[in-house]
């Protein structure tokens, strides 16, 4: 069921690989930093606080991410440099450990603490691995004391949860030497897809299926040289590298978006672990065909539609080759901030050549072509959706894909109804 | 370092972009690294502006660090210079380009660009929002304001006003504006220039054109209003019109100013707020105990509608904005409250919960609290949210601000003889505490009678940062009195009940009982 059986006329996948131009750009980027993360994962973990240490702006973009305030008295929070602090009146490390003490007093149920560094902590060079070594002796074994950057320098958007989860990476436990074969996947999904999948896994068969990160993030599954693992997000590269570091060994498979991509997901752990193939389709059937029919719903929207994403989350690939291959639309510009290659390999055969792939931003230069090529449907950021829209371009937030249940059979129809919605919108619109 | 989980103010820098985004031909090339490009939604989804705001930022990332930022920044101020073609550019650096310390304001010297520009000093570490926003404004003035301009003498023409403040992504700046030109037309001043809304940098040349300035926004517009009134010795209206009284001063004020005849600005029939008030269906407003925080100004001029146009009473007064604390904590005196200055929302939920109010006044902040408290609560201003950009005209200034205040502050309220019902017939099944103080279902209280506790309490106890109640003080109350307490609404149960513990200690009382209770409400009644 895989690349090279689907694109006709693609007889040779390597070559039309390595021939692929990418059209790389720089520039102003109109992308969210990686602290936004903490927005999705502060949920996912429910006994985890991310502590930013960072200045008003990461506090503002956070309340402003996370679309101002919406929990009484969220598992987030920000240490914010004050002039003080940067003068070096008062040593930072100290003031650190203040800002923490006051906090885990205020939070008994805290049992994970991430120090979230951002572009300030970084350029000032405050250590955090330090601090979060000093404080974790402090604090053990109560409170687990880890740290990350999530800072606009070194990462964007999604790469925020790769730098989380691959500081979790070294604190899970050494599966047994003797231990058989274990699946792992690895990608923060909402709780309810997570269970959907552990259920197929289970009808599948497997045994011990481990997810990173765990919901509870003291509970962290087992890694080691029988790990297989299975990327959910198609941004976790440093995380992927952690793993094989530990001995893991990825799975190589396309993303779960969509009838075709979830079967091929399944698929490649299924194979993986010699599952027969007559019971494989078995337990897929079901939800494959429920989820075709659910995308049917959209297709009258989306088929032959031709759309561009700009840069934002790292997903730009994969759901271009679920509405290119499943819905029939036509990919005009598929933007993403970063392309990895080896992961995406796949979902690249599978993307039209008449799209144009481009990785980075020069945000200005990407908007003359969307002006120039006119797409029914632009996939963009909050900050440049509005704008496009007065200009008479139909457009998509490409953060609700980030915020939604997408991944899997069950929610293949909701993810073509997201981007089948501005469209109807547009045509039902009388004013 | 300060712990921070929400905040009143942005950055500096993010006012600086309220200014250029408000006018036209102004362009801000922000030196800044990815990510800091999340300010252009607050413009585009809060206001719902088509435009994306009028801002290239630099994009650094960690790679560029080590070699030539400075390069990156003078390219991208050449492009946009290309791009936009500005009349006028604001340079400067957002909290990690300030140190990284590639001085904008030096590198763009040393640059031929086709436009002024003007540098910008905002210390990110010291400074917010506001103090941003004013610091941009007064520059943007000093640098293109032309100081040769010559006032034609007074006689044989109207008086000429600049309208100094309203910004992108203020509180209702858009509405107020309509009705200070309103007042203008009627007294028949003209008005020289609206900055920095709609302004360019051509028009912000001849500024010194006008003969005074109106300052409807101090915290924006301050600033530069002093140094205007140095320069070209034009006076400043100070008197912000929010409320009725206040908007009869500002008529009067700019009338005498600019030597009209105020009769037919103040004798405008569309101010129907004093009428409103004195309806005597408002009676129960009557000392209604309220809580206002929010930006200085904002908060002041609540505080004095609050007290002497609704007759409430005012029962806590604080500012997040420390430049202008001050004027509040002379506010303060007069109502006979500890003015909360602070920027620390804790802090004020803490203030809110001892206080007990009947309604809070305050800012989004404010309206989650108070939603958490169970409390009615109107919106006075910034930190603005989406639904403070109304479809619908709803200004805050002049005699129709003040009719929109009316409704806004009394439509939360449970309404009079419904008040009345509610105390009357408590054990109605259809009285639940869950109903809440207020008309709108945000308001109500989350279901916390589950846990037996009542509402007030639970919300407290949700919240640890309240001083937490000595646990024996539940012991004092009989089951009976603990019962007749429950009869009384729960908006006003908790002030009943903090009464009668007062009460008992102050009397040295062991036990409150029924008698206990009535002694007490006989003792505070107003």
Same mark, same amino acid.
């Given at each position: 069921?895989?690349?090279?059986?689907?694109?006709?006329?693609?007889?040779?996948?390597?070559?039309?690989?390595?021939?692929?131009?990418?059209?790389?750009?720089?520039?102003?980027?109109?992308?969210?930093?990686?602290?936004?993360?903490?927005?999705?994962?502060?949920?996912?973990?429910?006994?985890?606080?991310?502590?930013?240490?960072?200045?008003?702006?990461?506090?503002?973009?956070?309340?402003?991410?996370?679309?101002?305030?919406?929990?009484?008295?969220?598992?987030?929070?920000?240490?914010?440099?004050?002039?003080?602090?940067?003068?070096?009146?008062?040593?930072?490390?100290?003031?650190?450990? @203040?800002? *923490?003490? @006051?906090?885990?007093?205020?939070?008994?149920?805290?049992?994970?603490?991430?120090?979230?560094?951002?572009?300030?902590?970084?350029?000032?060079?405050?250590?955090?691995?330090?601090?979060?070594?000093?404080?974790?002796?402090?604090?053990?074994?109560?409170?687990?004391?880890?740290?990350?950057?999530?800072?606009?320098?070194?990462?964007?958007?999604?790469?925020?949860?790769?730098?989380?989860?691959?500081?979790? *990476?070294?604190?899970?436990?050494?599966?047994?030497?003797?231990?058989?074969?274990?699946?792992?996947? *690895?990608?923060?999904?909402?709780?309810?897809?997570?269970?959907?999948?552990?259920?197929?896994?289970?009808?599948?068969?497997?045994?011990?299926?481990?997810?990173?990160?765990?919901?509870?993030?003291?509970?962290?599954?087992?890694?080691?040289?029988?790990?297989?693992?299975?990327?959910?997000?198609p941004f976790l590269a440093e995380t992927a590298l952690a793993l094989e570091r530990r001995g893991a060994q990825r799975i190589d498979a396309l993303f779960p978006f969509g009838a075709e991509g979830t079967t091929g997901w399944l698929h490649a752990a299924a194979m993986e672990f010699g599952i027969d193939e007559m019971h494989f389709n078995r337990v897929v059937a079901p939800g494959r065909e429920r989820a075709k029919r659910a995308i049917e719903h959209s297709r009258d929207k989306l088929e032959g539609k031709r759309i561009s994403f700009l840069p934002d989350s790292q997903l730009e690939v994969p759901l271009a080759r679920f509405l290119a291959t499943e819905l029939g639309m036509e990919p005009v510009e598929v933007g993403t901030p970063y392309l990895h290659r080896a992961h995406l390999a796949q979902e690249l055969d599978l993307i039209p050549p008449s799209a144009r792939i481009s990785e980075g931003q020069h945000v200005d230069r990407q908007l003359d072509r969307v002006r120039e090529d006119k797409p029914d449907l632009t996939v963009c950021g909050l900050g440049l959706a509005n704008p496009l829209e007065s200009e008479g371009f139909t457009t998509k937030w490409a953060i609700e894909l980030v915020f939604s249940p997408i991944h899997g059979f069950d929610q293949a129809g909701d993810l073509a109804e997201l981007f089948a919605r501005p469209l109807r919108r547009r045509d039902v619109l009388e004013v | 370092m300060q712990l921070s989980v929400w905040t009143y103010e942005g950055p500096p820098h993010v006012g600086a972009m309220r200014i250029a985004t408000a006018m036209e031909g102004l362009h801000y090339v922000l030196h800044a690294p990815q990510g800091d490009t999340y300010a252009d939604l607050l413009f585009t989804m809060i206001e719902r502006r088509g435009k994306r705001p009028p801002v290239t930022y630099t994009t650094f990332e960690a790679r560029d660090l080590g070699k030539d930022t400075a390069q990156l920044f003078q390219d991208a101020a050449m492009e946009a210079a290309e791009r936009f073609k500005p009349q006028a550019m604001i340079v400067g650096a957002s909290c990690t380009a300030e140190l990284i310390q590639d001085d904008p304001g030096g590198l763009i010297e040393a640059m031929d660009l086709p436009c002024p520009a003007i540098p910008l000093e905002l210390p990110s570490y010291q400074r917010k929002e506001n103090w941003g926003a004013a610091e941009t404004f007064y520059q943007v003035v000093r640098h293109l304001a032309d100081a040769n301009i010559t006032r034609e003498p007074r006689e044989g023409r109207p008086a000429r006003a600049n309208i100094l403040g309203p910004t992108a992504l203020g509180f209702r700046h858009r509405d107020d504006l309509v009705e200070i030109r309103k007042i203008l037309d009627t007294l028949g001043v003209e008005i020289n220039l609206v900055a920095p809304l709609d302004a360019t940098p051509s028009d912000i040349a001849r500024i010194g054109?006008?003969?005074?300035?109106?300052?409807?926004?101090?915290?924006?517009?301050?600033?530069?209003?002093?140094? !205007?009134?140095?320069?070209?010795?034009?006076?400043?209206?100070?008197?912000?019109?929010?409320?009725? =009284?206040?908007?009869?001063?500002?008529?009067?004020?700019?009338?005498?100013?600019?030597?009209?005849?105020?009769?037919?600005?103040?004798?405008?029939?569309?101010?129907?707020?004093?009428?409103?008030?004195?309806?005597?269906?408002?009676?129960?407003?009557?000392?209604?105990?309220?809580?206002?925080?929010?930006?200085?100004?904002?908060?002041?001029?609540?505080?004095?509608?609050?007290?002497?146009?609704?007759?409430?009473?005012?029962?806590? !007064? /604080?500012?997040?904005?420390?430049?202008?604390?001050?004027?509040?904590?002379?506010?303060?005196?007069?109502?006979?409250?500890?003015?909360?200055?602070?920027?620390?929302?804790?802090?004020?939920?803490?203030?809110?919960?001892?206080?007990?109010?009947?309604?809070?006044? =305050?800012?989004?902040?404010?309206?989650?609290?108070?939603?958490?408290? /169970?409390?009615?609560?109107?919106?006075?201003?910034?930190?603005?949210?989406?639904?403070?950009?109304?479809?619908?005209?709803?200004?805050?200034? =002049?005699?129709? /601000?003040?009719?929109?205040?009316?409704?806004?502050?009394?439509?939360? !309220?449970?309404? /009079?003889?419904?008040?009345? !019902?509610?105390?009357?017939?408590?054990?109605?099944?259809?009285?639940?505490?869950?109903?809440?103080?207020?008309?709108?279902?945000?308001?109500s209280p989350k279901t916390a009678?589950?846990?037996?506790?009542?509402?007030?309490?639970?919300?407290?106890?949700?919240?640890?940062?309240?001083?937490?109640?000595?646990a024996n003080d539940a012991n004092l109350w009989t089951t009976e009195a603990e019962r007749e307490l429950k009869k009384i609404p729960f908006f006003v149960r908790g002030k009943a009940r903090r009464n009668t513990e007062a009460f008992a200690q102050d009397h040295g009382l062991a036990e409150i009982g029924l008698d206990t209770l009535y002694d007490a409400k006989a003792h505070y009644v107003r």
């Open positions: 069921m895989n690349a090279p059986t689907v694109l006709p006329g693609c007889s040779d996948p390597a070559s039309e690989k390595a021939a692929r131009p990418v059209l790389r750009e720089r520039g102003q980027r109109e992308v969210f930093c990686g602290l936004t993360g903490i927005v999705w994962l502060h949920r996912k973990m429910q006994d985890a606080f991310f502590l930013v240490v960072g200045s008003r702006t990461c506090a503002h973009l956070l309340q402003s991410a996370a679309g101002v305030m919406i929990f009484a008295e969220p598992r987030f929070a920000t240490a914010i440099m004050e002039e003080r602090d940067l003068a070096g009146m008062v040593d930072a490390q100290d003031e650190l450990d @203040r800002v *923490v003490t @006051r906090l885990l007093d205020r939070r008994p149920d805290i049992k994970t603490l991430f120090l979230v560094g951002s572009c300030p902590s970084e350029v000032i060079k405050l250590d955090l691995a330090k601090a979060a070594e000093r404080l974790g002796k402090q604090h053990m074994p109560n409170v687990r004391i880890l740290n990350y950057s999530g800072s606009g320098i070194e990462t964007t958007f999604t790469q925020g949860e790769d730098a989380c989860l691959t500081a979790l *990476v070294p604190e899970m436990p050494a599966s047994a030497p003797d231990a058989a074969k274990q699946l792992l996947i *690895v990608g923060a999904l909402p709780d309810i897809v997570e269970d959907q999948f552990l259920r197929l896994f289970d009808q599948l068969g497997f045994d011990k299926v481990g997810v990173l990160p765990a919901r509870n993030a003291r509970d962290l599954p087992p890694v080691g040289p029988n790990t297989r693992y299975l990327l959910a997000q | 054109a006008a003969d005074f300035n109106i300052i409807l926004y101090p915290e924006i517009a301050d600033e530069a209003a002093r140094w !205007l009134e140095r320069t070209f010795k034009q006076p400043a209206i100070r008197t912000v019109p929010i409320g009725v =009284g206040a908007t009869r001063a500002f008529i009067s004020e700019v009338a005498e100013v600019a030597g009209a005849d105020p009769t037919p600005a103040l004798g405008d029939n569309q101010s129907r707020m004093p009428w409103w008030s004195r309806s005597v269906d408002s009676t129960y407003l009557t000392g209604k105990r309220v809580f206002i925080f929010g930006d200085a100004t904002h908060a002041v001029a609540a505080a004095r509608i609050a007290r002497d146009e609704l007759g409430f009473e005012v029962c806590g !007064l /604080g500012c997040y904005n420390r430049e202008f604390a001050r004027d509040v904590r002379e506010a303060a005196k007069l109502y006979g409250v500890e003015p909360l200055i602070t920027d620390d929302h804790l802090a004020v939920e803490e203030a809110i919960i001892e206080a007990a109010p009947e309604m809070v006044l =305050g800012t989004q902040m404010e309206r989650h609290i108070a939603k958490r408290l /169970g409390m009615p609560c109107a919106v006075i201003s910034s930190p603005v949210h989406v639904q403070d950009f109304p479809a619908r005209h709803s200004p805050q200034m =002049g005699f129709e /601000g003040a009719n929109v205040i009316f409704d806004s502050w009394v439509h939360p !309220l449970v309404m /009079g003889l419904e008040e009345h !019902l509610l105390t009357m017939f408590r054990e109605d099944f259809e009285f639940s505490d869950e109903a809440g103080a207020s008309h709108h279902a945000a308001h009678a589950a846990t037996g506790q009542a509402p007030e309490n639970a919300a407290v106890a949700a919240h640890a940062s309240a001083p937490a109640q000595p």
